[in-house]
């Protein structure tokens, strides 16, 4: 079975602290466990059956794996001189994220960072697929 290459960068956009994305062999779909401490969703017997049936399900990349700050490092080297460094003194330090974002914001350039960040998460797609021996196919648009 060929893997659809968007189901893999779902969960890859959808990663965080609170959910563990699966990919199921069988259907070709994501299904996920939440962290029931934090999020409070009970995950009605899917963990047993992802221990029972390890075989079906391989577990996609997590937040820890796709290193969202690497990926701001890797766009701020594409740029050159005044961007580069006022998105380089933006990441330092607590709040990275968010003073990556509005900087990017305020300069004009949220959709070259945005085609930046989506091909970057489908080279970790494709990586990941030849990784664990699938086939892929991308949905034409």
């Given at each position: 079975?060929?893997?659809?290459?968007?189901?893999?960068l779902?969960a890859?956009?959808?990663a965080?602290?609170?959910?563990?994305y699966?990919?199921?062999?069988?259907?070709g779909?994501?299904?996920?466990?939440?962290?029931?401490?934090?999020?409070?969703?009970?995950?009605?017997?899917?963990?047993d059956?992802?221990?029972?049936?390890?075989?079906?399900?391989?577990?996609?990349?997590?937040?820890?794996?796709?290193?969202?700050?690497?990926?701001?490092?890797e766009?701020?080297w594409?740029?050159?001189g005044?961007?580069?460094?006022?998105?380089?003194?933006?990441?330092?330090?607590?709040?990275?994220?968010?003073?990556?974002?509005?900087?990017?914001?305020?300069?004009?350039?949220?959709?070259?960072w945005?085609?930046?960040?989506?091909e970057?998460?489908?080279?970790?797609?494709?990586?990941?697929?030849?990784?664990q021996?699938?086939?892929?196919?991308?949905?034409?648009?």
């Amino acid at each position: 079975m060929k893997v659809k290459l968007g189901v893999i960068l779902d969960a890859i956009e959808m990663a965080d602290d609170n959910y563990t994305y699966f990919l199921d062999l069988e259907t070709g779909e994501s299904v996920f466990l939440a962290d029931e401490l934090i999020t409070g969703l009970d995950n009605e017997g899917l963990e047993d059956e992802i221990e029972e049936n390890p075989e079906r399900y391989l577990r996609l990349p997590t937040k820890f794996e796709i290193h969202e700050y690497h990926i701001m490092e890797e766009f701020i080297w594409t740029l050159k001189g005044e961007k580069a460094d006022k998105l380089e003194c933006a990441i330092r330090g607590r709040g990275a994220f968010r003073r990556f974002k509005d900087m990017v914001d305020r300069m004009g350039i949220s959709q070259q960072w945005y085609d930046f960040q989506a091909e970057y998460y489908r080279k970790l797609a494709t990586q990941w697929c030849r990784e664990q021996g699938l086939e892929y196919e991308e949905e034409s648009l």
